[in-house]
């Protein structure tokens, strides 16, 4: 059974940074792509970064060149590095695991941006 566990949400002003992780238990993450997605309040879950396997990476236009995707197939853990962070950045953050059989989920890492 394959666990993904987040952390490194918080609080920041505008204009700021955080680095989120994803750790995976499990032989099958580096196999697989790993996504961040993330939720506002009263709005549909949206994707927000993809890494494939070999390490090709596609971003959402609202955070292109602000927002790095990475990942350490030796950790088994998926990065986002946000910087220049918006107040409509503010959302709670999942990362998603891929595989042909299923998808898996973490619990979600909440991220909040003053103005």
């Known amino acids: 059974q394959v666990q993904l566990v987040e952390s490194g949400g918080g609080y920041v002003q505008a204009g700021g940074s955080l680095r989120l992780s994803c750790a995976a238990s499990?032989?099958?993450?580096?196999?697989?792509?790993m996504h961040w997605y993330r939720q506002a309040p009263g709005k549909q879950r949206e994707l927000v970064a993809t890494i494939t396997s070999g390490s090709s990476t596609n971003y959402a236009d609202s955070v292109k060149g602000r927002f790095t995707i990475s990942r350490d197939n030796a950790k088994n853990t998926v990065y986002l590095q946000m910087n220049s962070l918006k107040p409509e950045d503010t959302a709670v953050y999942y990362c998603?695991?891929?595989?042909?059989?299923?998808?898996?989920w973490g619990q979600g890492t909440q991220v909040t941006v003053s103005s």
């Open positions: 998603k695991l891929t595989t042909v059989l299923r998808n898996y």
């Open positions: 499990g032989s099958i993450f580096s196999f697989n792509a």
